[in-house]
Structure formats: C-alpha cells, structure tokens
C-alpha cells in the first residue's frame, strides 16, 4: 500500500465525527489533586511511564521501584525519586526545556490506570530526597510534579492485551537477549566491548 494515498484526519470535527461523544463519567472524571483513590493506587503502584517534550521532540520512559515509589508530598505534589540507570537523562533534558510532564501509573493486577498530568521540577535537595532512600540509598535528584489533572482510565486496553495474564507472557527466550540486540543497533560496538559496559552498568546495581 501506497501510504502517500492513506487518508488522514486533520480536524477535530472530522475526529469526532468518527466517534460517539463521550459520556460523563469520562468527560467530568478530572480532578486536580490527589483524593483518597488515587492514594490508594499510588500507594500500591510499583511502576509508571512517564512523557515529557522538549525541543527535539517528544519521550517517554519507564520508572518502577517498590509499591509506593511515588511519593505524596500533599494532595498536590508528588516526588518521583531518580535511580541508576543509562544516564541518557532525556526527560531531565525535556524538563529544562518544558515543564509539562504526564504519568501513567500501573498496578500489576488492576486493569484500571491512573493518569496524571502537571508539571515538574527537578531537585537535588538530600532533606527531600532521603526519604526516597531503599536500601541505605537516597537518589541524587527526583522530581518534584505539580499535579493539575488526575483521573482513572478505563481497564479496556488492558483487557485487551491481556497484560497481566501470566498464560499470555512470553517466553523470554524468543527473542535475543538485550545485549544481542544492542551489538545490532550500536554501531561500531564490539562483543567485548559490550560485555564490558554490562559488566559497569551490573556494578552499578539499581540503587
């Protein structure tokens, strides 16, 4: 198929045209602030994605830590502790550029999400940061997010996938290990080489 010839929508009116009006329960569902479900959800949830845009454009990025990783500084504000990682720092980068940053927060086993959405500062300060500490480790920076829209999102799409279904989950050995893969997209990047930089990166650990 010849994608110059695909039709787009390039209207709100031709978008919405496409679809039913969203009731209610959908449209007036937003809160700007944490009340006591999403605590409880952010409470159980060891695991968020995180989108933020800068001038290069768009990004997300997986955080995960244990149950209650995100912390509620007030109905407000929450922390999000920063851990070992590739050191990339993309959505940091983002976020001296543009503030705006969304969340979708997960719970293994609940199909409903919660969404978040607000700004974000990142901090240094060790009085704050200490309470993020796991394992005698406090993060060197996190950031601080002004929440100004949260809401829940609907189980459907993890219903359709099937996420949490463990009879759906793949066997790992499907495809090559992470490390293959890389030797395929780093150019340049020899076997010892890469064997090297997992061998720092395992010396690191995660905390």
Same mark, same amino acid.
């Given at each position: 198929m010849d994608l110059q010839d695909v039709s787009l929508v390039t209207s709100e009116a031709d978008l919405r045209a496409l679809h039913q009006a969203p009731m209610s329960r959908a449209t007036d569902k937003v809160l700007n602030h944490i009340d006591r479900h999403c605590r409880a959800i952010l409470e159980l949830s060891p695991f968020c994605v995180i989108s933020t845009q800068g001038p290069d454009g768009a990004d997300i990025s997986?955080?995960?830590?244990?149950?209650?990783?995100?912390?509620?500084? &007030? +109905?407000?504000?929450?922390?999000?502790?920063?851990?070992?990682?590739? &050191?990339?720092?993309?959505?940091? *980068? &983002?976020? #001296? +550029?543009?503030?705006?940053?969304?969340?979708?927060? #997960?719970?293994?086993? *609940?199909?409903?999400?919660?969404?978040? &959405?607000?700004t974000a500062k990142i901090t240094d300060d060790a009085r704050l940061l200490e309470g993020s500490a796991v394992q005698g480790r406090a993060p060197k920076v996190g950031l601080i997010i002004t929440v100004e829209e949260a809401f829940l999102h609907c189980p459907k799409a993890i219903i359709r996938s099937g996420l949490w279904d463990v009879s759906?989950?793949?066997?790992? @050995? %499907?495809?090559?290990?992470? $490390? @293959? *893969? #890389?030797?395929?997209?780093? %150019?340049?990047?020899?076997? +010892?080489?890469?064997?090297? %930089?997992?061998?720092? *990166? $395992? @010396?690191?650990g995660l905390y």
């Amino acid at each position: 198929m010849d994608l110059q010839d695909v039709s787009l929508v390039t209207s709100e009116a031709d978008l919405r045209a496409l679809h039913q009006a969203p009731m209610s329960r959908a449209t007036d569902k937003v809160l700007n602030h944490i009340d006591r479900h999403c605590r409880a959800i952010l409470e159980l949830s060891p695991f968020c994605v995180i989108s933020t845009q800068g001038p290069d454009g768009a990004d997300i990025s997986p955080r995960g830590d244990p149950p209650g990783f995100l912390r509620i500084l &007030n +109905e407000r504000t929450l922390l999000l502790p920063d851990r070992i990682g590739n &050191n990339r720092l993309d959505a940091f *980068m &983002n976020l #001296l +550029e543009n503030s705006r940053i969304g969340l979708l927060v #997960l719970v293994p086993g *609940m199909g409903e999400t919660l969404r978040i &959405n607000g700004t974000a500062k990142i901090t240094d300060d060790a009085r704050l940061l200490e309470g993020s500490a796991v394992q005698g480790r406090a993060p060197k920076v996190g950031l601080i997010i002004t929440v100004e829209e949260a809401f829940l999102h609907c189980p459907k799409a993890i219903i359709r996938s099937g996420l949490w279904d463990v009879s759906k989950h793949i066997d790992r @050995a %499907q495809l090559p290990s992470y $490390a @293959a *893969m #890389l030797l395929d997209h780093v %150019q340049g990047l020899t076997p +010892e080489e890469n064997d090297r %930089q997992s061998d720092v *990166m $395992a @010396a690191r650990g995660l905390y």
